[in-house]
């Protein structure tokens, strides 16, 4: 059974109302109030326990109410629950809709992810140098390892989120960072290999040119379309149900920075075909990443919208 545990501050003036829509939501239960007891903000303190499916209509009235400007609205996950009344209300009330994703929570995790502090172009760098390392040494290993310790997925669905609500600020935030953040590859990987070069460090069979791994990331084509296609789509849906299995073969599956640490790599041994064909790579796999997240998220929302109307139709029905 999935649970969230929502505290609020409510202003004195909003308490009955606030109360009132918690207490019909049959989804709500162990609802507490406790009056005048909280300070910064001032107000009464209410706590009560949603099921997950009903969340995003509970929220969405406590915020209409104003909640979320004169006080505030925290949300805890609940990890296990012992509840007979809980399961009940779940099966009675919910039905498809028992495990619909709650909104409000999905776009905090990818909000958290589009904060690009120093360490996000560190991760980005580091993770450069590892594909680098990957490519002249040939070692696939080496390859999904830069994959998984990038960053750059959360700049992609937080342009995707910004473009499902229009926020220009968020969308330029996440486009400069990934920007900034590539060249920044690019620039390291190129300096890497100069370095390797210059010291004749290379094995002997990327000398002679035989570059398997750096072959299959320089020649995108339609199975790196499609791949970038699943994987964006499989990437917002494991955010939106907090499946983090699922999210680590989407940092596998994307080919971003080794697209872009073969940029570096083939620049420094000046092969520029090469360095262009991974430039069509990296920028095929953002463009469809930011594309596919995007309208999967916006589908997902219709979809699960569609199924709390109808839920709300039955319940109107029943009342009646």
């Known amino acids: 059974m999935d649970m969230i545990h929502v505290r609020a501050v409510c202003p004195p003036d909003l308490t009955e109302r606030t109360m009132a829509l918690l207490s019909a939501e049959p989804c709500v239960l162990n609802l507490f109030l406790q009056t005048g007891s909280v300070r910064s903000p001032d107000g009464d303190a209410i706590a009560c326990d949603v099921l997950t499916g009903a969340a995003n209509e509970?929220?969405?009235?406590?915020?209409?109410?104003?909640?979320e400007h004169r006080g505030s609205i925290v949300l805890d996950p609940v990890d296990t629950v012992f509840s007979e009344p809980a399961a009940r209300a779940g099966?009675?009330?919910?039905?498809?809709?028992?495990?619909?994703?709650?909104?409000?929570q999905v776009e905090a995790r990818i909000r958290a992810e589009g904060r690009y502090a120093p360490s996000f172009y560190l991760f980005l760098v580091i993770a450069g140098v590892?594909?680098?390392?990957?490519?002249?040494?040939?070692?696939?290993i080496l390859i999904v390892a830069a994959m998984v310790v990038g960053p750059e997925y959360g700049a992609i669905?937080?342009?995707?989120?910004?473009?499902?609500?229009?926020?220009r600020r968020r969308i330029e935030q996440g486009l400069m960072a990934l920007l900034v953040g590539f060249l920044l590859v690019v620039a390291a990987t190129f300096l890497f290999a100069l370095l390797v070069r210059g010291f004749g460090l290379q094995p002997k069979a990327f000398e002679l040119g035989l570059r398997p791994v750096s072959n299959l990331i320089d020649t995108p084509n339609f199975f790196s379309a499609v791949v970038a296609v699943l994987a964006g789509i499989v990437g917002i849906v494991s955010l939106a149900e907090a499946r983090t299995s699922s999210l680590l073969g989407v940092f596998i599956s994307?080919?971003?920075?080794?697209?872009?640490?073969?940029?570096?790599?083939?620049?420094?041994?000046?092969?520029?075909?090469?360095?262009?064909?991974?430039?069509?790579?990296?920028?095929?796999n953002i463009v469809v990443l930011i594309v596919v997240g995007t309208g999967t998220l916006k589908c997902q929302r219709a979809i699960w919208r569609r199924v709390g109307a109808r839920r709300?139709?039955?319940?109107?029905?029943?009342?009646?």
């Open 58 to 67: 509970v929220l969405r009235g406590l915020r209409d109410l104003g909640l």
């Open 91 to 104: 099966a009675e009330e919910l039905g498809a809709q028992l495990r619909a994703p709650v909104w409000e």
């Open 130 to 140: 590892i594909g680098a390392v990957g490519i002249i040494t040939n070692s696939q």
């Open 157 to 167: 669905t937080s342009i995707a989120l910004g473009i499902d609500h229009r926020s």
């Open 254 to 284: 994307v080919t971003t920075i080794p697209a872009a640490a073969d940029i570096g790599v083939s620049s420094a041994y000046a092969g520029w075909d090469e360095a262009w064909g991974s430039l069509l790579q990296l920028l095929l």
């Open 312 to 320: 709300h139709e039955r319940a109107v029905r029943r009342r009646a």
